[in-house]
């Protein structure tokens, strides 16, 4: 099977080639890690940054090459307007550092829900992320960020533009797709021979069992993305399209064609080259299996799929969505934690986490009790608009179907 297809699609980045030089290393003092990376310039010289050490399915863990840029990374947006379900949004706020714990706050500006509300509020709206900082202390640390406008006595604002592209990338790997999604499970079920050599799991019978470690919370992934990546990159891939770690994704296929979809991240890989004459015979044994548990609690995942004696629209297979990852991260915030760095030496080997947060789970949380019961039947109009979900009971007797939000709908804070 040809695991590569087009994408084509419009992304989200962050624009900040062309930030004044005080104003980048404010930025990079704000969010450690998420422009730069040890061995690249840092936001304060005085200062030791504890930062992760990769990106994502960067594959450079396992290569003499650096990691991949920043300007490489991007949010899918679900059409040309822009919409990425304020994915960017988390994504920026996961690298803030311990300075801004529960003070600070970011929104899409551009967003067309946020326009009226943001005008009202006194933001100048536009493609633009707004940062709300609840502490006047924070001033004098990163005032070099802009100031937009002081609120009350105790609080200021600045905002951070971004810019959205249309691409066409041929040969990427899109885990949107459900025809790629059982080619990522069948190739890298047991790792990828002879390089990587992945501990055996009888849980993974899916795609969406792997999930846990590839959404894991930890800042830049861990050594099984790193491995991903480098094989993908490998293979001749130029992009991989993945579920974001920080918000809820959900696909909507309708007659095996992608209708909808958010919560996903680009990463780009063309025009870099990766692997050395001495890294080509490197082997990775990886003692990790994939339904390792996760940092956050109460996830669901819900699948389109047939199970046995079960009835389902064949049209409908192949949608999918998790629940909980973003209400997960908005706790977390809200109760002090923080993913980012310390203003200290050192490397960041962890999430950290205010004591007493759970960190571990008996059993896999991507699965409830009712969840295995339950399949989400996602059905689409003649005119390719999707309709509203329907969600079918499959515990036995007739279908108790339940109207709800239309599938595609943009996930959104409250």
Known sequence: MQPFSTFRATVKRLVSSGLERERLLAFRAVFPGFLGLPGEARGRAQRALAQPGRRRYSGALFAVAPPLSRARYASVCVDASGEDGEGLCRELRAYASALTRGKLYIGDLGRAESTLQGRRGGWSVGKRLGLHFDDLALFDEFQALGVETRVGRNAWRTHLDYALEDVCIPDTVDLRLPDTQE????????????????????????????????????????????????????????????????????????????????????????????????????????????????????????????????????????????????????????????????????????????????????????????????????????????????????????????????????????
Not at 270 to 283: T, Y
Not at 355 to 376: I, K, V
Request: contains cysteine; neutral net charge.
């Open 183 to 414: 080619w990522f499970f069948r190739t890298f079920r047991h790792g990828f021979e002879p390089f990587w050599r992945k501990r055996a799991d009888a849980g993974v019978q899916r795609f969406h069992d792997m999930l846990p470690t590839l959404m894991t919370a930890e800042l830049g992934g861990n050594a099984a993305t790193d491995a991903v990546g480098r094989v993908l990159r490998a293979l001749g891939a130029r992009a991989f399209v993945y579920p974001s770690a920080r918000s809820d994704p959900d696909a909507i296929v309708h007659r095996g064609t992608l209708r909808a979809a958010v919560g996903f991240n680009l990463v780009e890989f063309q025009g870099v080259s990766l692997l050395g004459d001495d890294e080509q015979h490197m082997v990775f044994d990886d003692p990790e299996p994939w339904s390792t548990s996760v940092f956050w609690p109460r996830l669901r995942c819900e699948v389109a799929e047939l199970g046995k004696g079960e009835e389902l629209p064949r049209p409908f297979l192949g949608s999918w969505r998790l629940r909980g990852v973003r209400d997960a991260h908005e706790r977390f915030w809200q109760q002090g934690g923080h993913l980012g760095a310390e203003y200290d030496a050192g490397e960041q080997t962890a999430v950290r986490a205010r004591p007493g947060l759970p960190r571990t789970f008996e059993r896999s949380p991507w699965q409830s009790e009712r969840a295995p019961r339950t399949r989400e039947a996602v059905p689409a109009r003649a005119d390719d608009t999707p309709a509203p979900s329907t969600r079918v009971d499959v515990s036995g007797g007739p279908a108790n179907v339940q109207r709800e939000r239309a599938p595609g709908a943009p996930v959104t804070d409250r």
